[in-house]
Nanobody, 120 residues
Framework: QVELVESGGGLVQAGGSLRLSCAAS????????MGWYRQAPGKQRELVAA???????NYGDSVKGRFTISRDNAKKTVHLQMNSLKPEDTAVYYC??????????????WGQGTQVTVSS
């Protein structure tokens, strides 16, 4: 089985920073795109940032210039550095990865989610 485990969420004041991490483990042959999504209460899940295996990145408009996504292919990890946090960044953040699972093929995996709360 493949698992994505997130860490790094918490409570921070507006203007502060947090760093989220996500580690993939299990029967993994290869990992394609990895990314972070978020879902605030009463809202749809939205893309925060994504990164290809080659390092190309894509950001949601609301986080451009404040958040940075990175990955370590050898460690099968993806990180999200969040700076200049705003109260509207408050949400549950989910790690996502497109993973080639050994003997099974390519599937879309999600982490369990980590809460980020930004106080004003």
């Amino acid at each position: 089985q493949v698992e994505l485990v997130e860490s790094g969420g918490g409570l921070v004041q507006a203007g502060g920073s947090l760093r989220l991490s996500c580690a993939a483990s299990g029967s993994i042959f290869a990992i394609d795109d990895m990314g972070w999504y978020r879902q605030a209460p009463g809202k749809q899940r939205e893309l925060v940032a994504a990164i290809t295996s080659g390092g190309s990145t894509n950001y949601g408009d609301s986080v451009k210039g404040r958040f940075t996504i990175s990955r370590d292919n050898a460690k099968k990890t993806v990180h999200l550095q969040m700076n200049s946090l705003k109260p509207e960044d408050t949400a549950v953040y989910y790690c996502n990865a497109h993973i080639w699972e050994r003997l099974r093929g390519k599937y879309d995996f999600w982490g369990q989610g980590t809460q980020v709360t930004v106080s004003s």
